[in-house]
């Protein structure tokens, strides 16, 4: 398959290095001005990929999109209108919300969502590690989408496991209240995953979980509140020595992926009326922090 890649940083290079392995034609879209990026996975050999190229981009299968949840609005929608309307688009991020603001100029495309548990950290722009294996799964987001059931195949023969979910909400919520979960609260911690462990964060993080659970029923995704408190609690151990993406986002005073997580929830909530104050604390705690850089700045 010609497949691109939107957003060439540590999960796309992954997904770009294992897709162009397993025999296809890879390309990537990312910010670098050169047409041609070697990337480097692990310690095999770099791989040579087509950037920024019109010509592979009007031809692409396959857009994956890797960007940051933030980063998806403004990088998509200037090459939406350059894509054949038969290419469908994955979405493989963390966090909900993103596909929403761009429902009119996707509806006519096969669009399809996704989260992946892998670990990729980048060593430099054009070097990433494999850092942990996991798993992805992807469902559809349209009708046109639920056609493509083919791409689990096509993706786990790369980098499997990945699994097809008739309706892949029920997944896409799980992970989103898993980062609710620790993301924020190891952001504001500065802390390991590890740390939530402790007794004293047990009740807050189970309020957390409880509120998110409220809001995915009122969108009609049943979820058991003791089998999320079991994979929440589960994460945290499996992934003790981990660092959250929020952690290191926050610490390095980067954009985080707040609103596309705990403000998704928080958006859900405002919409149903319902009132989940610990959700809403730990926005606003993330929000006046993001603030107080551009104060300075
Ligand atoms: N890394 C992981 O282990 C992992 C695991 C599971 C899920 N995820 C999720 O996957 C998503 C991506 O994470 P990541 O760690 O791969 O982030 P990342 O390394 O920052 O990758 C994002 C990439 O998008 C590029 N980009 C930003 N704006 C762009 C634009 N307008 N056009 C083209 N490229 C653009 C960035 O370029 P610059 O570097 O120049 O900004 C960067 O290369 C996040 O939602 C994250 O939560 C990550």
Same mark, same amino acid.
């Given at each position: ?102 429902? #009119? !100029? /996707? ?5 399809? *969502? $996704?989260?992946?548990?892998? =670990? @990729?950290?980048?060593? #430099? !722009? /054009? ?5 942990? *294996? $996991?798993?992805?799964?992807? =469902? @559809? ?157």
């Amino acid at each position: 398959m010609n497949i691109t890649i939107l957003g060439p940083g540590a999960i796309g290079s992954l997904y770009a290095y294992k897709l162009k392995q397993a025999g296809h034609d890879v390309s990537i879209w990312g910010r670098s001005p050169n047409s041609t990026v070697d990337i480097q996975l692990d310690h095999l050999p770099p791989l040579p990929f087509a950037n920024q190229n019109l010509v592979v981009l009007k031809r692409t299968d396959l857009l994956i999109v890797t960007l940051k949840a933030w980063q998806v609005e403004a990088a998509l929608s200037p090459l939406l209108p350059l894509l054949h309307p038969d290419t469908m688009i994955l979405f493989l991020h963390n966090g909900m919300g993103s596909v929403d603001k761009l429902a #009119n !100029a /996707l509806a006519n495309f096969p669009v399809l *969502l $996704g989260t992946s548990t892998h =670990g @990729a950290l980048r060593v #430099n !722009a /054009l070097h990433v590690n494999h850092t942990g *294996l $996991g798993e992805t799964h992807i =469902g @559809a987001w349209n009708d046109k989408g639920q056609q493509c059931q083919f791409l689990s195949d096509v993706l786990h023969h790369a980098l499997s496991p990945v699994k097809w979910h008739t309706s892949i909400q029920h997944a896409l919520w799980t992970k989103l209240i898993i980062n609710c979960a620790i993301n924020p609260l190891t952001a504001l911690e500065n802390c390991s995953n590890g740390q939530l462990s402790e007794p004293r964060y047990r009740h807050q993080i189970e309020q957390i979980i409880d509120e998110a659970q409220s809001c995915a029923e009122k969108v009609d995704v049943t979820l058991d509140k003791a089998s999320l408190k079991e994979t929440v609690f589960n994460v945290i151990t499996k992934t003790a020595k981990n660092y959250s993406s929020m952690q290191q986002d926050i610490s390095q005073q980067r954009t985080s992926e707040i609103e596309f997580i705990t403000g998704y929830v928080v958006s859900i909530a405002e919409r149903y009326q319902l009132d989940i104050p610990e959700n809403n604390a730990l926005f606003k705690q993330i929000k006046c922090i993001e603030a107080s850089w551009s104060k300075h700045d």
